[in-house]
């Protein structure tokens, strides 16, 4: 159990694979390209660390028609939920500059993957109207 929690722990030590998994949280299953815009980082550089946290058993992929989206391991132990919970809050509350960005690019705009219809891979993201 020990080396469990210490790979788990040693997964999530990484600000951008942190930041992954808490817009997971928030979003639930996300395309690469959705979560790339969301933390403003170059694609492949979030599919390297979705492959490391898919690796440690934190996060899954599927398919969605034509889009391959990550997600949350269903099959975490609650108390990794619980972790996972407690960092996203504890971010949020003393305004982490970085993650505030995040939440704030979760809140104004649709991603591609969201959008009804044909595959939108190669779209902008566009602002919701108010």
Known sequence: ???????????LSDPIRLRCIIMMRLNGAMAVNDLAFLLQVPQPKVSKH???LKNAGLACRQRDASWVKYSIA????????AVIEQAMNGLAEVN????????ERHMLYRLPSQKDGENHKNDKQEKISS
């Open 1 to 11: 159990m020990l080396e469990y929690a210490c790979s788990l722990f040693q997964a």
């Open 74 to 81: 269903p099959e975490l132990p609650a108390w990794v939920h």
């Open 50 to 52: 979705l492959a490391i």
């Open 96 to 103: 982490d500059p970085v993650v505030g960005k995040d939440f």
